[in-house]
């Protein structure tokens, strides 16, 4: 499960919200503005403006932001010879 914290404008927030306001919820949590239940990843936005998303699509989600999957690589771009 992916978890991913942003910080977006407040502009790129209200967007996300509205874009998304049919899956608001709820929330008991006083520091959490807006909690959206949607399909495979759950967001919270924070009063600090920090935005938590969470689950197996949460980089699609996020993606809304900006945000890009880093590829990871070892560092290493030659194979290994272990016959030398």
Same mark, same amino acid.
Do not use: C
């Given at each position: 499960?992916?978890?991913?914290?942003?910080?977006?404008?407040? #502009?790129?927030?209200?967007?996300?919200?509205?874009?998304?306001?049919?899956?608001?919820?709820?929330? #008991?949590?006083?520091?959490?503005?807006?909690?959206? #239940?949607?399909?495979?990843?759950?967001?919270?936005?924070?009063?600090?403006? #920090?935005?938590?998303?969470?689950?197996?699509?949460?980089?699609?989600?996020?993606?809304?932001?900006?945000?890009?999957?880093?590829?990871?690589?070892?560092?290493?771009?030659?194979?290994?010879?272990?016959?030398?």
């Amino acid at each position: 499960m992916a978890s991913i914290t942003l910080t977006p404008s407040e #502009k790129e927030i209200q967007a996300f919200v509205q874009q998304h306001e049919h899956v608001l919820t709820p929330s #008991k949590n006083p520091y959490i503005r807006y909690f959206l #239940k949607l399909p495979q990843a759950s967001v919270s936005v924070y009063t600090s403006g #920090k935005v938590l998303l969470q689950g197996e699509a949460a980089e699609n989600y996020a993606s809304f932001f900006g945000y890009q999957v880093a590829q990871v690589t070892s560092g290493q771009n030659f194979p290994l010879d272990w016959n030398r």
